[in-house]
């Protein structure tokens, strides 16, 4: 990055709060379980894990009153995930509270969809806005591969729910892996295109969980474009990129597609993004190694004008670009190692919510 684009910033062009790098709050990732009903090898590959205490956990009305300050801020956009999310129990009721807070524009869930046929209806007559649904593989035989677990076809099944419950401008996200799932992206745009469901392809990254990652299994931005040119024809680039991670593609008959790519093209320039755990750490990159104890201030009392001058500043001073420093990295491997994952959970990607 120049030296100039990195001048101090503490208004962006739009008037709201904006961090060194002039990137705007807006978009808030609120994990609110680290426990999985999965164990995906780029995620999960461990069966047993540190996991956070549950006396730990935020309540829902801790979330509610933090989200009530980060959106008074700037937030509009919030995610729940995880872990699972739907493994936190009622998780409607939370939907609900935060479907009730008028500055948030986009209240959206990212599931691996196992347990989503059966909450569907709830999530959405609560006020859940979208969803996005983690499929990797259409083959059982893969999916208990990459996963650990035989349930392929509740993914499948949860997948169906979402429109029948009424969502629309639903996302199936999947994680690329080479040798693993590189021959079925044309399956999956067309199982996306049979859903009404836009699919996105997501680089396989070195984050904190990914403990089996090498640069060899990084199946490509460029290495999909060509792929899918081939099979397709043509593949347009559809619209500028946003603040929104996927760039998004079409093919000749009009369907369109996303890649995520931050691991070869990161877009840590336009990153709006922070994370806050199930237990109330603030993070202000997915490769951030500390964050901020939102939960301690809460349970001792804050006020909520305190916690506003605290999140400001501290976003304020945020200069993270953690996927642009990764990818300067010469022979790049894995980011943490088991060791040290196994001594703090925080350092999870399951922890922090992908
Ligand atoms: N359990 C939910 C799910 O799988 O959708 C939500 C949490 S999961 C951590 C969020 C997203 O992170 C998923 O779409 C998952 O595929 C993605 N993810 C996890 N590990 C990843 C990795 N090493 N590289 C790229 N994406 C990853
Ligand atoms: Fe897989 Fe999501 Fe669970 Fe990670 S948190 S193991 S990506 S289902
Ligand atoms: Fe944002 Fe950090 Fe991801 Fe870059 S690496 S896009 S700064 S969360």
């Known amino acids: 990055m120049q030296s100039d684009e990195q001048a101090p910033a503490e208004v962006s062009p739009g008037g709201a709060l904006a961090d060194q790098l002039g990137r705007p709050l807006r978009s808030l990732r609120l994990s609110v379980t680290d426990r999985c009903n999965l164990r995906c090898n780029y995620c999960m590959p461990e069966e047993d894990y540190v996991w956070l205490p549950r006396q730990e956990l935020l309540t829902f009305e801790e979330i509610a009153r933090l989200a009530e300050v980060f959106t008074s801020l700037g937030v509009t956009d919030v995610r729940l995930t995880g872990g699972e999310p739907l493994l936190r129990r009622d998780l409607p009721s939370l939907v609900r509270i935060l479907a009730a807070n008028s500055r948030i524009q986009d209240l959206a869930l990212t599931t691996n969809g196992v347990l989503f046929s059966e909450q569907a209806e709830a999530l959405r007559g609560a006020g859940l806005h979208r969803v996005t649904l983690s499929l990797d593989t259409l083959r059982p035989e893969r999916f208990l591969a990459l996963t650990g ?17 009424g969502f629309t401008k639903s996302k199936i996200d999947t994680v690329v892996i080479r040798g693993a799932n590189d021959d079925e992206l044309a399956d999956l745009i067309e199982y996306g295109r049979s859903v009404q469901a836009e699919v996105r392809f997501i680089e396989y990254m070195d984050v904190g969980g990914a403990t089996n990652w090498s640069l060899d299994k990084v199946f490509t931005r460029a290495e999909m474009l060509e792929r899918l040119a081939k099979r397709y024809g043509s593949v347009t680039p ?19 597609f996303g890649i995520i790519a931050s691991t070869t093209t990161p877009f840590c320039k336009s990153c709006d993004r922070s ?21 301690k201030m ?3 009392g804050v006020p909520t004008e305190e916690l506003a001058e605290r999140i400001s500043s501290v976003w304020r001073g945020r200069a993270d670009r953690g996927a642009e420093l990764r990818a300067a990295t010469g022979h790049r491997g894995v980011f943490i190692g088991i060791d040290q994952l196994r001594q703090d959970p925080h350092l999870e990607m399951h922890t922090r919510g992908g």
Request: glycine share 8%; proline share 3%.
């Open 149 to 165: 677990r035989e349930s392929h076809a509740k993914v499948l099944e949860g997948i169906a729910a979402a429109g029948r419950a």
């Open 238 to 256: 559809f619209e500028q990129r946003t603040s929104a991670p996927a760039e998004r593609f079409a093919l000749p008959d009009g369907t369109v």
């Open 275 to 295: 994370r806050l755990t199930a237990d109330g750490l603030w993070y202000l990159c997915l490769y951030a190694q500390s964050g901020v104890d939102m939960r």
């Open 298 to 300: 809460l349970r001792a």
